[in-house]
């Protein structure tokens, strides 16, 4: 496991204190996803929900040298329609969307893709990064993050359109998978089973 080098004034909690209050569901029926050409070669790496029939559904196809996907689903899961991304986009780590019509996904090539109309239609937002983005995560329609495979941390505040970096991550080994902000000052960065509440004003 990397040696980790923390910042300062950040406080290490065990990985279940973090979720102590999730309710685990009973119950799992699988879904049969035909969308994809051969369901048995792909690797889901998020889905995101915007109510309760409306899905959507990013990885890889491991048959098609990594070509990434994100399929939608308006019935619940019982069916579902690929979604016009692009080309060659490779694996799409994390999905997430503010609302109904307007969302994000990001990818291992270090690229955040938004979508204004439900997944319709998408268009890549520049960004001064490096490495695979791994989590993208907003705390209101404004203001949002990302964290990437280098330990960075990247934050908007103008709804997505520019991209701020927080944390250069340069200095140490830290690789970060998710980021889940639950309350305005309390922030949860994980790598691994390792779970991180913020204490400074980083964010």
Not at 18 to 25: D, I, Q
Not at 118 to 126: D, H, K, L, M
Request: charged residues 15%.
């Amino acid at each position: 496991m990397k040696k980790l080098l923390l910042l300062s004034l950040i406080l290490i909690v065990s990985f279940s204190s973090c979720h102590k209050n999730n309710v685990e569901p009973t119950h799992w029926t699988p879904l049969s996803i035909t969308t994809i050409s051969d369901f048995s070669s792909a690797d889901f790496s998020s889905v995101f929900f915007t109510d309760n029939n409306t899905g959507y559904v990013g990885g890889s196809d491991i048959n098609s040298d990594g070509n990434g996907f994100i399929i939608k689903t308006t019935d619940g899961g019982k069916s579902w329609i690929r979604l016009p991304v692009g080309k060659d986009i490779l694996e799409i780590k994390s999905i997430y969307f503010l609302d109904a019509n307007n969302g994000f996904a990001v990818n291992v090539a270090g690229k955040i893709f938004k979508t204004t109309d439900a997944g319709a239609t998408w268009s890549v937002v520049q960004i001064n990064q490096s490495g695979q983005i791994n989590s993208v995560f907003f705390t209101n329609q404004k203001t949002g993050y990302i964290v990437n495979v280098n330990g960075q941390i990247l934050k908007t505040i103008d709804g997505g359109n520019t991209w701020v970096q927080k944390y250069s991550g340069k200095n140490d080994s830290l690789m970060l998978n998710d980021i889940f902000l639950q309350m305005p000052k309390t922030d949860m960065l994980s790598e691994k089973k390792t779970c991180f509440t913020e204490l400074t004003a980083l964010f």
